[in-house]
């Protein structure tokens, strides 16, 4: 029996869950320290922009606290709450235009650096998830605990194709470009794994389908 799309979830989420554990400690381990010493003086750098960055916040808070205490004033007159909101915007605008100008010095090295952090953890990702599945020929530990298997042309050609190139691969490579893109691709894919799973007799997603195999019910415990 075809396994149903919350096990097959589940247990992607846990394979993903162990992948990504395993990128987040090679990012800190090693990662982080020479993405950061390809920027010079990165650490003033960096202190630079978050007391920018800290000051942006104390000024917001103090302009919001400012405007929640003209609206209890305010006690409901219409009046007064739109003047006060005028205000509150106007002054949101000030803080904001000025943080633009403040965080522009920094702007330049730090989005390298926070596009490479994004490329270490893509492409990490895809390569350990490659070694992951293929090292188990498609029997992670993710499926085990669910207890569902593939089923078919099982081999490590097709459990890469399967479980790498046609689930993630696409889905990732936006993401470096996009993450809004990357992040609605990701949903859509979901969604269209939720109907083919969920509202067909056969249980199969368009990557089961273009590669003649099935994610069966199996017991590994037995």
Same mark, same amino acid.
């Given at each position: 029996?075809?396994?149903?799309?919350? =096990?097959?979830?589940?247990?992607?989420? !846990?394979?993903?869950?162990?992948?990504?554990?395993?990128?987040?400690?090679?990012?800190?381990?090693?990662? *982080?320290?020479?993405? *950061?010493?390809? !920027?010079?003086?990165?650490? +003033?750098?960096?202190?630079?922009?978050? $007391?920018?960055?800290?000051?942006?916040?104390?000024?917001?808070?103090?302009? %919001? $606290?400012?405007?929640?205490?003209?609206?209890?004033?305010?006690?409901?007159?219409?009046?007064? $709450?739109?003047?006060?909101?005028?205000?509150?915007?106007?002054?949101?605008?000030? !803080?904001?235009?000025?943080?633009?100008?403040?965080?522009?010095?920094?702007?330049?090295?730090?989005?390298?650096?926070?596009?490479?952090? !994004?490329?270490?953890?893509?492409?990490?990702?895809?390569?350990?998830?490659?070694?992951?599945?293929?090292?188990?020929?498609?029997?992670?530990?993710?499926? *085990?605990?669910?207890?569902?298997?593939?089923?078919?042309? @099982?081999?490590?050609?097709?459990?890469?194709?399967?479980?790498?190139?046609? =689930?993630?691969?696409? @889905?990732?490579?936006?993401?470096?470009?996009?993450?809004?893109?990357?992040?609605?691709?990701?949903?859509?894919?979901?969604?269209?794994?939720?109907?083919?799973?969920?509202?067909?007799?056969? =249980? +199969?997603?368009?990557?089961?389908?273009?590669?003649?195999? %099935?994610?069966?019910?199996?017991?590994?415990? =037995?």
């Amino acid at each position: 029996m075809n396994a149903g799309f919350f =096990k097959r979830a589940f247990s992607s989420l !846990i394979d993903i869950m162990i992948v990504f554990a395993i990128v987040t400690a090679t990012f800190y381990i090693a990662g *982080r320290p020479i993405l *950061r010493n390809q !920027i010079s003086n990165f650490d +003033t750098i960096f202190n630079a922009y978050n $007391e920018v960055i800290d000051a942006y916040n104390s000024d917001y808070d103090a302009i %919001t $606290e400012e405007y929640n205490i003209q609206i209890d004033l305010a006690d409901g007159d219409a009046e007064l $709450e739109a003047t006060a909101g005028t205000l509150y915007q106007a002054r949101v605008q000030i !803080i904001n235009d000025q943080n633009l100008i403040d965080i522009e010095p920094y702007n330049r090295s730090l989005t390298r650096y926070f596009m490479n952090n !994004i490329y270490f953890y893509s492409i990490g990702f895809l390569i350990l998830i490659a070694i992951y599945t293929v090292a188990f020929n498609g029997k992670t530990l993710g499926r *085990r605990v669910m207890n569902i298997a593939l089923d078919g042309p @099982v081999n490590p050609v097709s459990v890469f194709f399967h479980d790498v190139i046609l =689930k993630y691969f696409f @889905v990732i490579l936006v993401f470096m470009v996009s993450v809004y893109i990357g992040l609605f691709l990701l949903a859509l894919s979901l969604i269209i794994d939720i109907v083919l799973i969920s509202f067909t007799k056969s =249980k +199969t997603t368009l990557r089961d389908v273009l590669l003649r195999m %099935t994610v069966t019910n199996k017991s590994y415990w =037995k």
